[in-house]
């Protein structure tokens, strides 16, 4: 029987990440599953272990104005600094350590908070960093800066004084600071030919829906209408690496998250991702993160402990 891998709302997340509870219901408002805004500086002091490989239910994002934080987002590392916004968007896997110093803010939030009832559906579609696919770290300008500062400290007053209740105020000016970060936001690869990028856009997306059951490159190439040898080449000029390395990576990033939220069996986790053969498993696994998966395991036991 395949193991769904679990995906945290924000109540699920905090519970199993943070504590103490009380510190917690004093800064969260009721509703956060649909949104929230903190001091991140208030929130990492809470985080209690190491965040292992997983889900959200909403997008995440951290703005910082000091210090820095560390943060894996699916098979990358990104160092936010000063200035700069970081986004997670919902489903991504992520993973990070605690004990970053610095102070800025994090703001949370569901599609519903930007979509209903006083926004519209599209307003999704023109944030390609809330896409899995997207560039997550976003360096602003120093005009832009002082806009989003600004837009982050309303966001949070209004949050502190009356939490969820004006939803028509917390979509203005959520819609608004996203707006502001589009203007600086700048794709990966933005200068090459706009079909290349089409394609392998298509081809995330593709692997972020088929992995537990699609595995060759020929088959996302017949996904996607093209050739193989026309995927290889276009996936490996806008990345830089060759699709069966985002295969292979997807693919570990699944049994990491399996890893962390279930006690399946190595082979129970090889066949939840699609792979029959444990002994591939293992060695592929400890190709892309240097242990093999019992050894990944114990390293989750002991944050745990």
């Known amino acids: 029987m395949t193991k769904s891998i679990k995906v945290y709302d924000p109540p699920a997340f905090t519970a199993a990440y943070m504590q103490p509870k009380q510190e917690l219901d004093k800064m969260l408002q009721p509703g956060i599953d649909k ?12 985080v209690q272990r190491p965040v292992a490989a997983s889900r959200a239910t909403t997008h995440s994002c951290l703005f910082l104005t000091s210090g820095e934080a560390v943060m894996k987002i699916g098979s990358r590392e990104y160092t936010l600094h000063p200035n700069e ?18 102070t800025g803010f994090l703001c949370n939030f569901h599609n519903d908070t930007l979509t209903g009832p006083y926004g519209k559906t599209a307003v999704l ?3 390609e960093f809330l896409k899995v696919w997207g560039n997550p770290l976003i360096q602003l300008p120093a005009v832009t800066v002082q806009f989003v500062l ?3 400290e ?6 502190i004084q009356h939490g969820l209740q004006h939803p028509d105020i917390i979509q203005t000016y959520l819609t608004t600071l996203l707006c502001e970060v589009n203007r600086a936001y700048q794709p990966v690869n933005n200068e090459l030919p706009g079909a290349a990028l089409h394609i392998t856009r298509k081809f995330k997306e593709l692997i972020f829906t088929h992995i537990r059951h699609t595995h060759r490159v020929t088959d996302y190439a017949a996904l996607l209408h093209i050739s193989p040898n026309h995927l290889n080449k276009t996936v490996k000029a806008i990345t830089g690496q060759s699709p069966t390395k985002w295969i292979d990576e997807a693919i570990i ?42 050894q990944f395991r114990r390293v989750i036991e002991k944050s745990c402990n």
């Open 125 to 127: 579609q023109a944030f």
């Open 35 to 46: 949104f929230f805004i903190v001091k991140i500086e208030e929130m990492y002091r809470l």
């Open 253 to 294: 990033l699944e049994a990491k998250v399996l890893f962390n939220q279930s006690e399946m069996s190595v082979q129970e986790v090889a066949t939840a991702v699609g792979l029959d053969d444990p002994s591939y498993f293992t060695r592929l696994f400890k190709k892309y993160e240097g242990c093999t998966p019992t």
């Open 85 to 102: 916004i970081l986004f997670v968007p919902a489903g991504q896997v992520f993973s990070f350590q605690p004990g970053d110093v610095n």
């Open 150 to 152: 600004q837009l982050f």
């Open 154 to 159: 309303r966001l949070l007053l209004d949050y």
